[in-house]
């Protein structure tokens, strides 16, 4: 690379009037808008504004009977999934409650399988699960999300005390 010739780094008038202390001001500027653009596309792309390595979480509960696999970053209007994992006794009816801003925050679209039954319990909804031969259930939930901000959600199975609260921001 050839170095510049020190003339050229100096305000001239011929052929037109410059202001190099000025010009150097905005060449940085511009390096710098340039790193942040790098940086803002490289978080999108872990996961900072939807799916992704910085989005995707799990919370347990104490005693480990109950496991919620969730997305951190949401966007309005888009739906994403919910996978509640549950231990008990096998081949028994095994009940989980969904209850803080869930409903108000999100549609839910589809539950998978089709619970055993299902009521409304306060703010929010108690689900029955078959569990299988070994004791385990996963519901599968399809949420559209239908606000903006933080939602706080708690998930419980009532008969044993098992609970997690977890929370999840949705973009504009």
């Known amino acids: 690379m050839n170095n510049p010739d020190p003339d050229d780094l100096h305000s001239r008038n011929y052929p037109v009037q410059e202001n190099m202390a000025l ?3 905005v060449w940085r500027f511009e390096r710098v808008g340039w790193y942040a ?9 872990a996961g900072l504004f939807s799916s992704g390595p910085l989005s995707t979480r799990e919370v347990r509960s104490a005693d480990g009977q109950l496991r919620v696999e969730y997305q951190r ?3 309005n ?3 994403d ?3 509640i994992h549950v231990l008990g006794k096998a081949q028994e009816p095994l009940e989980i409650e969904l209850s803080g ?3 108000r925050g999100f549609n839910i679209e589809m539950l998978q399988p089709q619970p055993l039954k299902a009521r409304a319990a306060g703010e929010g909804v108690s689900v029955w699960m078959l569990s299988d031969s070994a ?3 996963v519901l599968y939930l399809t949420l559209r999300s239908d606000t903006v901000g933080s939602v706080d959600t708690q998930v419980s199975r009532p008969e044993t005390g098992a609970s997690v609260r977890f929370s999840q921001f949705i973009y504009p």
């Open 23 to 25: 010009q150097r001001k």
């Open 37 to 45: 653009l790098l940086v803002l596309i490289g978080l999108s792309l």
């Open 73 to 75: 970053f949401l966007r």
């Open 77 to 79: 209007g888009a739906s």
């Open 81 to 83: 999934g919910l996978v």
């Open 101 to 103: 801003e869930l409903l």
């Open 135 to 137: 004791g385990q259930a």
